[in-house]
């Protein structure tokens, strides 16, 4: 490997990067790059690259990208990776080779405050150039080279009542509004130049202050005008395009939404979809500017649910917005820009659901939450930065918000017999108010439990007492009705859910098609860990059995948590081990045993488990069909229907219905199964 490599990563690890000593060695390391270096060690290179660019080196991060482009082979994903970055560090100098002339933006001062229907919303600062066709690239100008930049700003003077979102129209992450660049200076110059930004929607509530941004008048005409440039210029498909494009839709979906027009901004939201679509299609679900239109979209939606005051729609847009901070947390890494807007608007929804639930200690924590990424932007990006900005009217809207956490919402939101009906007629997972956990279920597998409220072997049941009190602290309650699906097989998103109440199960669906149930999880236990911790594709569905209250929490939550905890991180590993050895003994008994053997042992361990005392015998208490109960034990639908005949025959099930096994006893089924 190049030794220059080591030694720019040494200047740039430091605290302060001599940014002289950085450029020069990069520019010795773009001269002297190989092949095999560049192939493997191209994420070393990429982070040295992004590191030069925040500290002004644009130039030999650009040079040492060509030098790069140079050696990967062309049509490759390396080579795609290198011309994105390259793109990056083009926005952050500001560059506008590919542009046509510059389009001024007035940029006003302050943002403006709208209430609609009475439900006041507020937005954060959009600052972008229109006709650039860099315009949506999510690293922010650099402190040395980035002209200032023209501003589109979003209306905030209505109050809201909820989070600081900001909706970014093309950035690179999966569903938190991302912040886009804006100019560094753009509050003290009104007209930009030269500088692209994303358009970005911010919803803070409002603090009655005139520190709001404003939509520029006659901003959507130079926005369509940026979008036909670039379609003429680029083609349809183009990253450029289609950026613009998504840009256009955001920023027609805020001003209908300020005018407060529920009509025009639904339209605005079903034009931003197929936007959304359309950038996933042409370039990919994981390219920068689809996850970015993603996350509009999300944030889109929230808003649109606030201005028809449909709190229960309003909540159900957490969870994406949510995988859009884990995601850009994973991707971008905790310091980016975007990362710190998308879990500082993350904490600004869940403050307002909290607030709606009267939860004050949480609300109290995600202001927290806000006051930490103000202050983390702040230092690594600089008070002047525009995510630096953004986050701090974000924090001043929610201090003065919940100066009065303890007022009733009622002028804000719906009653809450309306809510209940509009919760009843969704599907998704809701957040709302705890409640007291009624009836516990013991675990199959496990050590004694130090808590009788929880499974023995479940992650809470295992946890010392103020580890698991902590643990319960974290993330947003949420509820599914029965026959949802928690988690999606090969989905890509990386939340995990703590089961409070109820129970689920654990499927997998072949190529086939057919699903076979492999496990059960009850109150107390953790799923979705897997994708939470190594950001792979989920390997299984989760499906609820009967209604599931639980705690969706998110990737770096879930990390930070495990982090400040050593206990939980060695009692996931006992739990999960637990669950292999589970496993195991399916596979035992697969060789061992015939197929009614198997099922009986399966039944024996959930009966016991989980099983109701009836009269006549002993019900399973999972709605799990026979087909269901046969595939946990490895057998196919034909293969269970012997396999249930065999045990009737032999007494051990006298009933058995769709859902209801009835075993009239429990040591004759034991025996049967041959179990010690």
């Known amino acids: 490997m190049n030794s220059r490599v080591v030694e720019l990563e040494s200047v740039l690890s430091r605290t302060t990067p001599d940014r002289h000593q950085a450029q020069h060695l990069a520019v010795e390391l773009a001269d002297t790059l190989d092949a095999t270096t560049a192939r493997r060690h191209l994420d070393r290179l990429l982070r040295c690259v992004t590191a030069l660019t925040r500290i002004g080196s644009t130039e030999a991060g650009e040079e040492l990208l060509d030098a790069m482009l140079d050696l990967v082979e062309p049509g490759s994903?390396?080579?795609?990776?290198?011309?994105?970055?390259?793109?990056?560090?083009?926005?952050?100098?500001?560059?506008?080779?590919t542009a046509g002339p510059d389009v001024p933006i007035p940029h006003p001062a302050a943002p403006i405050t709208t209430?609609?229907?009475?439900?006041?919303?507020t937005t954060a600062p959009i600052p972008r150039r229109p006709d650039s066709p860099t315009a949506q690239r999510p690293i922010a100008p650099s402190p040395r080279t980035a002209p200032q930049p023209t501003a589109r700003r979003h209306d905030p003077a209505a109050g809201g009542t909820a989070q600081p979102y900001?909706?970014?129209?093309?950035?690179?992450?999966?569903?938190?509004?991302?912040?886009?660049?804006?100019?560094?200076?753009?509050?003290?110059?009104?007209?930009?130049?030269?500088?692209?930004?994303?358009?970005?929607?911010?919803?803070?509530?409002?603090?009655?202050?005139?520190?709001?941004?404003?939509?520029?008048?006659?901003a959507l005409p130079l926005?369509?005008?940026?979008?036909?440039?670039?379609?003429?210029?680029?083609?349809?498909?183009?990253?450029?395009?289609?950026?613009?494009?998504?840009?256009?839709?955001?920023?027609?979906?805020?001003?209908?939404?300020?005018?407060?027009?529920?009509?025009?901004?639904?339209?605005a939201v079903d034009d931003l979809r197929e936007a959304t679509d359309r950038a996933v299609t042409a370039l990919g679900p994981h390219h920068p500017k689809s996850l970015v239109a993603r996350s509009n979209l999300a944030s889109a939606e929230f808003e649109l649910?606030?201005?028809?005051?449909?709190?229960?729609?309003?909540?159900?847009?957490?969870?994406?917005?949510?995988?859009?901070?884990?995601?850009?947390?994973?991707?971008?890494?905790?310091?980016?820009?975007?990362?710190l807007v998308a879990q500082s608007n993350l904490a600004a929804a869940e403050l307002e659901v909290a607030r709606v639930e009267g939860a004050h200690t949480q609300a109290r924590r995600a202001l927290d939450t806000i006051r930490t990424a103000a202050a983390r932007a702040a230092s690594v990006h600089g008070a002047d930065h525009p995510a630096s900005r953004l986050i701090a009217h974000q924090l001043r809207a929610c201090e003065t918000h919940t100066l009065d956490l303890g007022t009733s919402l009622e002028d804000v939101h719906v009653p809450v017999d309306e809510a209940a009906r509009l919760l009843s007629r969704t599907r998704p997972a809701i957040p709302l108010t705890r409640s007291p956990v009624p009836h516990r279920v013991s675990a199959p597998y496990g050590p004694v439990n130090t808590d009788p409220q929880w499974p023995a072997a479940s992650l809470l049941g295992r946890l010392r007492d103020h580890t698991r009190q902590e643990l319960l602290t974290i993330g947003t309650v949420v509820r599914y009705a029965g026959e949802r699906e928690l988690i999606e097989q090969d989905a890509r998103d990386t939340?995990?859910?703590?089961?409070?109440?109820?129970?689920?199960?654990?499927?997998?669906?072949?190529e086939a098609g057919d699903t076979a149930v492999l496990a059960v999880r009850v109150a107390g236990d953790l799923v979705g860990e897997m994708a939470a911790l190594d950001h792979k594709p989920r390997s299984a569905t989760v499906v609820t059995c009967g209604d599931v209250v639980a705690k969706l929490i998110t990737s770096a939550e879930l990390t930070a948590f495990m982090h400040r905890h050593n206990d939980m991180f060695v009692e996931l590993i006992g739990v999960i081990d637990d669950q292999l050895?589970?496993?195991?003994?399916?596979?035992?008994?697969?060789?061992?045993?015939?197929?009614?053997?198997?099922?009986?042992?399966?039944?024996?361990?959930?009966?016991?488990?989980?099983?109701?005392?009836?009269?006549?015998?002993?019900?399973?208490?999972?709605?799990?069909?026979?087909?269901?109960?046969?595939?946990?034990?490895?057998?196919?639908?034909?293969t269970a229907e012997k396999a249930f005949s065999d045990l009737r025959k032999a007494g051990v099930v006298i009933s058995h219905y769709r859902r209801d096994v009835l075993v009239p006893d429990l040591d004759h089924l034991r025996r049967f199964a041959r179990m010690a």
């Open 77 to 97: 994903d390396a080579a795609s990776k290198v011309r994105d970055q390259r793109d990056l560090v083009a926005v952050a100098r500001g560059r506008t080779d």
């Open 223 to 267: 926005l369509e005008a940026e979008f036909k440039r670039a379609t003429a210029a680029f083609g349809a498909d183009d990253a450029r395009t289609i950026g613009a494009l998504v840009n256009l839709r955001s920023s027609r979906f805020q001003d209908a939404r300020d005018r407060g027009n529920v009509e025009d901004a639904m339209i």
């Open 581 to 638: 050895r589970w496993a195991n003994k399916r596979r035992r008994d697969f060789l061992s045993h015939s197929a009614a053997e198997r099922v009986a042992r399966v039944l024996a361990e959930l009966v016991g488990s989980y099983g109701r005392e009836e009269r006549g015998g002993w019900t399973l208490g999972i709605p799990l069909t026979k087909v269901e109960l046969a595939s946990i034990a490895g057998m196919k639908p034909r």
């Open 495 to 510: 939340h995990a859910f703590l089961l409070l109440d109820g129970m689920v199960k654990v499927q997998v669906t072949d």
């Open 115 to 121: 209430a609609a229907n009475g439900v006041p919303i």
């Open 305 to 339: 649910a606030r201005v028809r005051r449909a709190v229960g729609q309003t909540q159900l847009a957490l969870p994406a917005l949510r995988a859009a901070a884990d995601t850009s947390f994973a991707r971008l890494g905790p310091d980016d820009p975007h990362t």
């Open 166 to 218: 900001t909706r970014a129209a093309d950035t690179g992450r999966t569903t938190a509004p991302p912040t886009q660049p804006f100019p560094r200076t753009a509050a003290r110059h009104p007209v930009g130049h030269g500088t692209a930004g994303l358009a970005a929607i911010g919803v803070v509530p409002s603090s009655g202050t005139p520190d709001v941004l404003s939509t520029p008048a006659g």
